[in-house]
């Protein structure tokens, strides 16, 4: 495949926060071009966010960072234009209803429409497709995508496809446009051994053409590999990253923590309130118990803090560790 140089990656003591608590802190890269780059751990521990930090989809809140010698936050744009996603649960997904063939027309038509120059657009029809044609085939290849593979062909209905071609189909679409930096999310979520295999040959296959990948996995492959792992536990009792990287979950000295005295959650416990009234002579029950919604005797605490991630198929409004926060972070774009 014709692609052009990867990008260099490239970050020192990055962090991003939100209202919640940090979502990852302290993370150091030191990435050549055409690398592959595997965020390693479990599931909640900033891996998201810190894939979407690196593209240029969220705003970090310190530290600094260099994405083919561009710098973030203050060249988010730039960094978004040459990235891309592959498969982000939430923010670039594919569409079950849609087939195979209907996926690569509307990339390559949104790819001419929004990344292609204006001589580009220019050019004769015949030549658009042409190159449209050719873009679309050295993904695929790429990819490992094979369409005479599947059931129906380019006609297959993407719910029809398997886990790891559904993988495969996402990185290829995410190739149409050359990028020199492809972000993949959970790359062996649900993969047998074998197909994990695959998905890893996949992501080495993308680095041999010279693009640089960082990939989101909860067990980095074995080889030359930059690991970047999260979910490590600190004598702070932070959430970190280890080996390359360190990051860390809310302080729990800081207000904003679950445990900490002056969070709002603590106290709000039935334990905290007055015991109930004795009975009266009558042996009329004077607790409030009913009044109060809930059978004597039963104690309700407060509701612990929730993260999580909710977002819509081009943008995300949260995410990993930083829960509502990673909404305030997130910059919106129309590139996948």
């Known amino acids: 495949m014709d692609s052009p140089q990867g990008a260099a990656v490239v970050a020192e003591g990055l962090g991003l926060r939100g209202p919640r608590g940090w979502a990852f802190r302290s993370v150091d890269i030191d990435a050549g071009p055409g690398s592959l780059i595997a965020v390693e751990g479990p599931s909640g521990t900033g891996r998201t966010c810190l894939l979407l930090a690196l593209t240029g989809r969220m705003r970090p809140a310190e530290g600094r960072a260099e994405v083919g010698g561009l710098a973030l936050p203050r060249r988010m744009a730039a960094v978004r234009g040459i990235s891309a996603?592959?498969?982000?649960?939430?923010?670039?997904?594919?569409?079950?209803?849609?087939?195979?063939?209907?996926?690569?027309?509307?990339?390559?038509?949104?790819?001419?429409?929004?990344?292609?120059?204006?001589?580009?657009?220019?050019?004769?029809r015949a030549d658009r497709a042409a190159d449209a044609r050719r873009r679309i085939d050295e993904a695929l290849e790429t990819a490992g995508l094979d369409l005479a593979?599947?059931?129906?062909?380019?006609?297959?209905?993407?719910?029809?496809?398997?886990?790891?071609?559904?993988?495969?189909?996402?990185?290829?679409?995410?190739?149409?446009?050359?990028?020199?930096?492809?972000?993949?999310?959970?790359?062996?979520?649900?993969?047998?051994?074998?197909?994990?295999?695959?998905a890893r040959a996949l992501l080495r296959d993308v680095t041999g053409s010279g693009t640089t990948v960082l990939a989101v996995c909860s067990r980095a492959p074995k080889g030359n590999v930059t690991v970047v792992r999260t979910g490590d536990d600190t004598a702070h009792g932070d959430r970190g990253l280890g080996g390359t990287a360190r990051s860390g979950g809310a302080d729990r000295d800081h207000p904003d923590h679950p445990d900490h005295?002056?969070?709002?959650?603590?106290?709000?416990?039935?334990?905290?309130?007055?015991?109930?009234?004795?009975?009266?002579?009558?042996?009329?029950?004077?607790?409030?118990?009913a009044r109060a919604g809930r059978a004597p005797g039963r104690?309700?605490?407060?509701?612990?803090?929730?993260?999580?991630?909710?977002?819509?198929?081009?943008?995300?409004?949260?995410?990993?560790m930083a829960g509502k926060g990673a909404s305030d972070a997130f910059t919106a774009t129309g590139r996948a």
């Open 85 to 124: 996603l592959g498969h982000v649960p939430g923010v670039n997904e594919l569409d079950p209803a849609l087939t195979v063939a209907e996926h690569l027309r509307e990339r390559a038509l949104l790819r001419r429409r929004f990344d292609g120059s204006l001589r580009a657009l220019l050019r004769p």
């Open 261 to 289: 005295p002056d969070h709002p959650d603590q106290g709000d416990t039935d334990t905290d309130r007055p015991g109930p009234e004795p009975a009266n002579p009558d042996g009329e029950d004077t607790t409030g118990g």
């Open 299 to 320: 104690s309700t605490t407060a509701g612990d803090a929730v993260t999580g991630h909710s977002a819509t198929r081009h943008g995300a409004t949260g995410g990993g």
């Open 149 to 198: 593979g599947l059931v129906k062909e380019g006609r297959t209905p993407v719910r029809d496809l398997e886990r790891l071609e559904a993988l495969r189909l996402s990185v290829a679409l995410a190739l149409i446009g050359r990028p020199r930096l492809l972000a993949v999310d959970d790359t062996d979520l649900k993969l047998s051994d074998s197909e994990r295999a695959g």
